[in-house]
């Protein structure tokens, strides 16, 4: 069950792609522990295709099928929610199928009138992602998208805003500005800390920030989290620079659950 108004934050975690099924099925596993460790909400995130690629020689996932059987039978065997990314209208019927019950929409795709229809035709929930290029203010039009298609479950997210041609940064501003709009607001703390447009054709980041943005997000008051994880970022085959090491990810949780209950107690 999909849930945004715990008294903490729910956490969107998981690898960038399935890079197969055993190392998935583990980042899984480790992050349902920790989670009920610390009564977390939590949705495992795996995208099972990688659409958005820098070189046509990088890394896009071992086959959607493969990837979205993979996705199911970790929902059935964790009884864990799941979220993955889709790119164009005929997936979202696809995904659904497969159980997915919260389906992404890329920033770069965030006004994509027929990919946000499609999405939310299915009935999951549609996190849609603020473009790079976009205010938080007008990240309303695409919601009302989805909820004038006859969908409510709707998510937003905010993950950094174009600054020159190869950096991001963070308006956290734009969280209680969507907020304001109706929609529980996730913060894609590993994505805004791309360093996007590299010469070498593969995207740079700074994951030692990953923990700052974090903090900042959570008071803020971001109802979710989204970061992606991997037991060893440097063998990644995708976005390895700007993932959190799997074994890092509890000691940030216990300095992120103070803040967001003394954010609550305001």
């Known amino acids: ?9 729910t956490l969107l975690a998981g690898p960038c792609v399935i890079e197969g ?24 995130k795996a995208s099972y295709r990688k659409a958005n690629r820098s070189r046509y020689d990088s890394f896009t996932g071992i086959g959607d099928e493969k990837g979205l ?9 964790f009884k864990v929610p799941v979220v993955t990314d889709i790119h164009q209208p005929q997936e979202a019927g696809t995904a659904a199928s497969y159980g997915i019950d919260m389906l992404q929409i890329p920033a770069f795709l965030c006004r994509q009138t027929d990919l ?11 996190n849609i992602k603020k473009g790079q290029f976009l205010s938080p203010e007008s990240m309303k039009f695409a919601a009302q998208k989805v ?31 969507m907020k304001s709009l109706g929609f529980p607001v996730i913060l894609d703390v590993t994505h805004s800390l791309q360093a996007p447009n590299q010469t070498s054709g593969v995207t ?14 959570v008071a803020a008051g971001a109802d979710a989290l989204f970061m992606e994880t991997h037991p060893d970022p440097s063998s990644a085959l995708s976005d390895g620079a700007n993932m959190l090491r799997l074994s890092l990810m509890e000691d940030l949780l216990r300095q992120l659950l103070p803040i967001r209950q003394a954010v609550k107690d305001l």
């Not at 069950?1 to 934050?9: D, G, S």
């Not at 992050?31 to 460790?37: K, M």
């Not at 946000?116 to 549609?126: I, M, N, Q, S």
């Not at 700074?206 to 903090?215: F, L």
């Open 69 to 77: 059987e993979i996705l199911a039978r970790i929902r059935e065997d």
């Open 21 to 44: 099924e055993e190392i998935t099925r583990s980042i899984a596993g480790t992050l349902c522990e920790l989670t009920a460790r610390y009564d977390i909400p939590f949705i495992f």
């Open 204 to 217: 740079g980041g700074h994951p030692g920030m990953i923990s700052t943005i974090a903090r900042a997000g």
């Open 147 to 177: 909820t004038h298609a006859g969908n409510s479950r709707v998510t937003l997210t905010e993950r950094g805003t174009q600054f020159g041609y190869s950096d991001l940064i963070i308006d956290f501003r734009g969280i209680p500005t």
């Open 116 to 126: 946000l229809e499609a999405a939310a035709r299915t009935g999951k929930w549609v």
């Open 1 to 9: 069950m999909i849930t945004f108004n715990a008294p903490y934050f």
